[in-house]
Nanobody
Framework: VQLQASGGGVVQTGGSLRLSCAAS????????MVWFRRPSGKEREFAAA????????TYADSVKGRFTISRDNVKNTVYLQMDSLQPEDTAVYYC??????????????????WGQGTLVTVSS
């Protein structure tokens, strides 16, 4: 599956952004979808993941309660709604897909496909 992320930009502290990740291919609904982020000068880190159906979601502690991951299997798109943004959320955000049929844990540990990244900058 090929992925194309969009929606990044500059927002003030406390603001909101919604990232989108459009996927090509007919097997989208069989892929766990994951958002990662890489703050400048730091390692890439997990942010959020959603199961095939969208019925199960999991979040990093740093974003829990502020970010919401969702997916639309008709539009082949996964979203990351980010609210109450803080300067420490500034990063390049990447969407990723696990292998078809992989579990959520497997998809987070070993993503199979990556989008190109979209920059989110939160100004203080």
């Amino acid at each position: 599956v090929q992925l194309q992320a969009s929606g990044g930009g500059v927002v003030q502290t406390g603001g909101s952004l919604r990232l989108s990740c459009a996927a090509s291919g007919s097997t989208f609904s069989r892929h766990v979808m994951v958002w990662f982020r890489r703050p400048s000068g730091k390692e890439r880190e997990f942010a959020a993941a959603v199961s095939w159906s969208g019925g199960y979601t999991t979040y990093a502690d740093s974003v829990k309660g502020r970010f919401t991951i969702s997916r639309d299997n008709v539009k082949n798109t996964v979203y990351l709604q980010m609210d109450s943004l803080q300067p420490e959320d500034t990063a390049v955000y990447y969407c990723a897909a696990g292998a078809a049929g992989a579990t959520t844990s497997q998809a987070i540990k070993t993503p199979r496909s990556w989008g190109q990244g979209t920059l989110v900058t939160v100004s203080s």
